[in-house]
Nanobody
Framework: QVQLEESGGGLVQAGDSLRLSCAAS????????LAWFRQAPGKERELIAA????????YYADSVKGRFAISRDSAKNTVYLQMNSLKPEDTAVYYCATAPPGYTYTTPPNYDNWGQGTQVTVSS
């Protein structure tokens, strides 16, 4: 099992940028599809960005499309979420997760391994 640890969250103002990192240990990430989810208070956890294990495809929720970008660095065994033009409604705990190869990378239940989360708070 791969262990995941998110970092990079914090308190920022609307319009600012943040880059979240998710470092993996135990196994290489290269064979997994990777995703970022977020959960705001009182809301369900939602899939916001994902990258297929092959790196050939990405997915973004409409709420973040054009503002967020997911990427992976195989050499560092790390996945990133670049977040630009942040809005107060982006406030949430952000989690990275992995899905095994061969599973549809845009289907949330396929993600079975999670980090502990990092808090992002965007003030207006």
């Amino acid at each position: 099992q791969v262990q995941l640890e998110e970092s990079g969250g914090g308190l920022v103002q609307a319009g600012d940028s943040l880059r979240l990192s998710c470092a993996a240990s135990g196994r290489t990430l290269s064979t997994y599809s990777l995703a970022w989810f977020r959960q705001a208070p009182g809301k369900e956890r939602e899939l916001i960005a994902a990258i297929k294990w092959s790196g050939s495809s990405t997915y973004y929720a409409d709420s973040v499309k054009g503002r967020f970008a997911i990427s992976r660095d195989s050499a560092k065994n790390t996945v990133y979420l670049q977040m630009n033009s942040l809005k107060p409604e982006d406030t949430a705990v952000y989690y990275c997760a992995t899905a095994p190869p061969g599973y549809t990378y845009t289907t949330p239940p396929n993600y079975d391994n999670w980090g502990q989360g990092t808090q992002v708070t965007v003030s207006s």
